[in-house]
């Protein structure tokens, strides 16, 4: 409920007529303040008049007003520099710490507007419960928001990655191994490829960059995912053995339950084909950050990605007899999200980091070119009325769910504040 008031009071979207303290003087609000997330009252610095007198301060807001004092604000020193308490039950009066009574305010909007919050933000049923009104959005809206989502998105990708970079003291190769890792477990096993890659430093793994079977040694064995030795599989002994030797010789740990997914899983999905790639990429001494630097088109990246595996995993899936319909190479679809997933944040996280705009400008101008991913979520919106055209939709509309719709956080989506908004006015 706190949540809703702050949205009401930060969007001024009650009716002028309706501010009134619980005296009986009129409020006026100059400046709503900034809203504050963190400890200390709801909005900072904020600008009202309260009758006949200006007041500059805080304000902050309860359901209850005597939740001012179950909170304990009566004996914060913080609290002090409250100039209005807005709540939606004056239960109490309330007091700053020298006594002095704090104007208080009961706040209320339209019957409409509560009614058009529950349906969006209380319906756990339905995936998408605005869907029958986004047509109704102007695309002029729509498009400025998807473009801030699209950015918001990439940006947030590539701060994951400068921090990875800081923790490896500024080793962009060491870095783009991790998220690359991450990205190759396709959402369902990023996690625990990202821890695998953490355990095995790239460094360590390019001292065996002339055996291609060391290397998968290394990370099968750390991954935990080698098959018990005996069953009639060589290379599964083989790495088995070599894991051995070397996690002795150099002190290894695999990892502690690192939680793989094997379940509705499709066979080029499995981690065993995954990391089998990713030692593809170490065994080729993984000088991939300068080519996706430089490189001039978004085709360059997309067969960089695709990296054809040799050998055991040419046409296997997993540990066991080789797969019938396996192919050597990831598929370009599979190519594309890794492009998205890696070469774009890179650009954006070395751009950003050495005052480079044309490299930004880059990778954003990439997200245009490559074509919209496809899976649920753009299925989703497609049916609604908002195709993807390009990946730099696509990534909007997965930001969209991710952050908005995922977290009933329409209160802070820019449609959602739309179809609000027009509620709470009438």
């Not at 409920?1 to 609000?29: F, I, K, N, S």
């Not at 004092?69 to 004056?90: I, M, Q, T």
């Not at 490299?359 to 649920?376: I, K």
Request: charged fraction near 25%; proline fraction near 5%.
């Amino acid at each position: 409920m706190e949540r809703l008031m702050h949205y009401v009071w930060q969007y001024r979207l009650v009716t002028p007529a309706d501010l009134v303290t619980v005296d009986g003087r009129r409020v006026t609000v100059i400046d709503p303040g900034r809203h504050n997330t963190d400890a200390g009252p709801d909005f900072f610095n904020a600008k009202v008049r309260i009758g006949d007198r200006m007041w500059a301060g805080d304000v902050e807001m309860h359901v209850r007003a005597s939740d001012w004092h179950r909170h304990r604000h009566d004996g914060d020193p913080a609290y002090d520099s409250v100039v209005l308490h807005v709540v939606d039950s004056d239960d109490t009066p309330i007091h700053r710490r020298n006594g002095e009574v704090i104007p208080q305010m009961t706040m209320h909007c339209s019957p409409q507007f509560h009614e058009r919050y529950s349906q969006l933000v209380g319906r756990s049923d339905i995936d998408l419960p605005c869907a029958h009104e986004l047509k109704s959005i102007p695309s002029v809206h729509l498009n400025g928001w998807l473009t801030s989502l699209a950015y918001e998105r990439a940006y947030a990708k590539a701060d994951a990655l400068t921090e990875i970079l800081d923790t490896f003291t500024g080793d962009w190769e060491q870095a783009t191994y991790v998220i690359l890792a991450r990205a190759l477990g396709f959402s369902t096993n990023s996690e625990p490829m990202q821890r695998l890659a953490r355990s095995m430093p790239l460094p360590f793994l390019r001292k065996h960059s002339d055996s291609l079977t060391s290397i998968e040694a290394l990370l099968f064995g750390q991954a935990t995912l080698l098959p018990p030795s005996g069953r009639g599989d060589s290379y599964a002994d083989r790495l088995n053995q070599e894991y051995t030797f070397l996690a002795h010789k150099f002190s290894l740990r695999p990892l502690q339950s690192p939680g793989w997914k094997m379940g509705r899983i499709r066979p080029h999905n499995l981690p065993h084909r995954r990391i089998a790639t990713l030692a593809a990429f170490i065994a080729n001494d993984f000088r991939i950050v300068n080519r996706i630097l430089r490189a001039t088109d978004t085709e360059e990246i997309i067969e960089l990605f695709r990296t054809p595996l040799s050998g055991y995993w040419a046409n296997r899936f997993t540990f066991g007899a080789p797969g019938e319909r396996s192919t050597a190479t990831m598929s370009r679809s599979s190519a594309i999200v890794l492009v998205i997933n890696v070469a774009i944040p890179l650009l954006i996280a070395y751009g950003t980091r050495h005052g480079d705009e044309e490299m930004t400008s880059r990778a954003f101008e990439w997200l245009t070119r490559l074509p919209a991913e496809s899976n649920s979520i753009i299925s989703m919106f497609a049916t609604a009325g908002i195709p993807a055209r390009d990946a730099f939709t696509s990534q909007a509309l997965i930001q969209l769910r991710r952050r908005y719709c995922e977290t009933h956080s329409c209160l802070y989506c820019r449609i959602g504040h739309r179809l609000l908004s027009a509620r709470a006015k009438r």
